[in-house]
């Protein structure tokens, strides 16, 4: 979407008759709501760090790389060997990551954690991908955390259970149920049996 002359009129207007402190919250609240595309026509485009590394911009201590993705030990961790492993193309957040990339990233999450274990001594791992600043997640790139841990570490990864009433648990159900996409069911294909020569000339009486 672009920021049509009306839509800026329609700013404009907002601004109409403020004091300079006010357009200047105003605006800042304006600017807050714009889509991201709307923030790179007026601002261009903001870097990402990831994909500066990614684009080998940014020198990172790399782990593993494939055509798709690449682990980097994290500059910030929260133990020993905590790394980032995320998408070369970008992606704001990992639910915007589709099915088939997502797959080969947590099958890649997955090797890293247990080279970690062996590599490292590790005695557990953990594997998080935050979705949202409110999850948690910092970076303005899709990633996977793969945090190896060791006994007595600090690391503080966890959540106090809330109360939900039983009553609740099958209406939330539900509604997750009805937004999850149908599962593609493929027709199985059937089992050709192949016998060699010899094997039938065997077998005839
Ligand atoms: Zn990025």
Redesign the pocket.
């Known amino acids: 979407m672009v920021l049509a002359s009306e839509r800026i009129n329609a700013i404009k207007a907002q601004l109409a008759g403020l004091s300079p402190e006010q357009q200047q919250e105003k605006l800042q609240e304006i600017v807050a709501a714009l889509e991201p595309d709307e923030q790179e026509q007026l601002f261009g485009k903001q870097q ?5 590394m ?1 684009e080998g911009k940014i020198p990172v201590v790399k782990v593993y790389e494939d055509s798709d993705c690449m682990a980097i030990l994290d500059i910030h961790p929260a133990n020993k060997g905590h790394l980032l492993l ?1 998408p070369k ?4 957040m990992m639910a915007q990551v589709p099915d088939d990339e997502a797959g080969k990233l947590f099958a890649v999450a997955n090797k890293l954690s247990k080279a970690v274990f062996d590599g490292l001594n590790a005695a557990g791992s953990n594997i998080i991908a935050g979705n949202g600043a409110i999850a948690g997640q910092r970076a ?3 990633l996977v955390n793969i945090i190896p841990r060791f006994e007595g570490d600090k690391v503080a990864i966890g959540w106090n259970p809330v109360e939900v009433d039983e009553n609740e648990f099958e209406p939330i159900a539900a509604k997750i149920k009805a937004k999850m996409p149908a599962e593609k069911k493929e027709a199985p294909k059937p089992v050709i049996k192949k016998y060699d020569a010899a094997e039938i000339k065997r077998r005839l009486p």
Not at 48 to 52: D, G, H, I, T, V
Not at 89 to 92: I, L, S, T, V, W
């Open positions: 990402c760090p990831f994909c500066s990614a995320f193309k970008h992606y704001a303005p790139h899709a």
